[in-house]
């Protein structure tokens, strides 16, 4: 499993990273589905065994039920994984920032969840953007990081244009959001220039949320409390659509997991690719992903 340099900071994680909502059911948050706790166990077991060193995961996942997961499973100390968590969900859903107190009340939370002294990233949780670029938004954790309970402040946002207002904040040094193969957004622009300024880029929902599996397709059908069973019928039609015109740039016997991730990083700006995988099984392309080298540009297939 190779590993990227996270921006500028001192940290280094595999470029393959978990990120853990799949695994946490849909206590507090829609989610993939009911929980399975010895499923998500064996998941998290498998990528630790296949070297993976980056765990994406957020208090609001299962009521807490992922970031305890990890506080039990994950190596501790200097050289183990790295975390990145997220708070301030349900504020930022309601127009608003939390104060010092109610991210104090989240960080300690998370803390002790995830049962480490200092939270290596935190990253706002889906602000609004009339929030991200202001200062007074990121003060309580700047307090937190200078407190020593928080190493780096970070933002995930789910559109690139939010994206870049996070990038111009100097608290930010880590900016979340989604980048694959049906979404491209981060490439107008944002990739290129968190490098320049030396900001990490985590890309998630590498797979579409799974729709670039190549399990699914426009008559797929969802278990009862997964959030995709309520994707309207010609979304889905659209979203075969956009797969099917990719085809052409998908190498012989390249598995269309192995070609969305070989595209997010096949890019040197992105420090780590986040899957959401919810299956012991589903680590294995993720460890074949980890030898991949980025090069300076995507290539589609010769
Ligand atoms: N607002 C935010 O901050 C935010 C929002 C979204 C996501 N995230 C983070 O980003 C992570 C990634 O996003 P995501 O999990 O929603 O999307 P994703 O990684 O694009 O897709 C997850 C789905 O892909 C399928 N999958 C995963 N690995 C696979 C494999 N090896 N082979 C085949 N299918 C595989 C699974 O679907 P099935 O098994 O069901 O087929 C899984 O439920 C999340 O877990 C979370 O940590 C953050």
């Not at 957004?185 to 880029?201: I, M, T, Y």
Request: charged share 20%; with cysteine.
């Amino acid at each position: 499993m190779r590993t990227r340099r996270l921006g500028k900071t001192a940290l280094r994680a595999s470029q393959v990273g978990l990120g853990t909502w799949p695994l946490a059911g849909n206590a507090g948050l829609a989610g993939y589905g009911a929980v399975d706790p010895e499923r998500a166990e064996a998941t998290v077991r498998a990528a630790l065994a296949a070297g993976i060193t980056l765990f994406d995961t957020a208090g609001i996942y299962g009521d807490g039920f992922a970031e305890s997961l990890l506080g039990r499973l994950l190596p501790g100390g200097e050289g183990g994984a790295v975390v990145c968590t997220k708070g301030g969900f349900s504020h930022f859903a309601q127009g608003r920032a939390p104060d010092r107190r109610a991210f104090k009340a989240e960080v300690a939370a998370s803390r002790d969840r995830l049962r480490r002294e200092v939270i290596d990233i935190y990253l706002l949780h889906n602000p609004p953007p009339v929030l991200i670029g202001l200062p007074d938004v990121y003060r309580p954790l700047q307090d937190l990081r200078d407190h020593g309970w928080i190493g780096h402040i970070g933002v995930s946002v789910a559109r690139a244009i939010d994206g870049w207002l996070a990038l111009d904040r100097p608290e930010v040094e880590v900016v979340q959001l989604p980048f694959n193969l049906l979404n491209t957004q981060a490439d107008q622009g944002l990739l290129s220039r968190a490098a320049d300024l030396g900001k990490a880029v985590l890309a998630r929902e590498v797979l579409a949320n799974g729709w670039l599996s190549g399990r699914y397709g426009p008559a797929s059908t969802f278990a009862a409390g997964d959030f995709r069973q309520h994707l309207p019928a010609e979304v889905k039609a659209a979203i075969a659509g956009d797969r099917a015109a990719l085809e052409p740039y998908r190498r012989p016997g390249e598995s269309w997991v192995d070609f969305s991730l070989r595209f997010v990083l096949d890019r040197p700006e992105i420090s780590s690719a986040i899957v959401g995988a919810r299956h012991p099984q589903q680590i294995e392309a993720l460890s074949k992903a980890g030898t991949l080298s980025p090069s300076p540009s995507w290539h589609p297939a010769d």
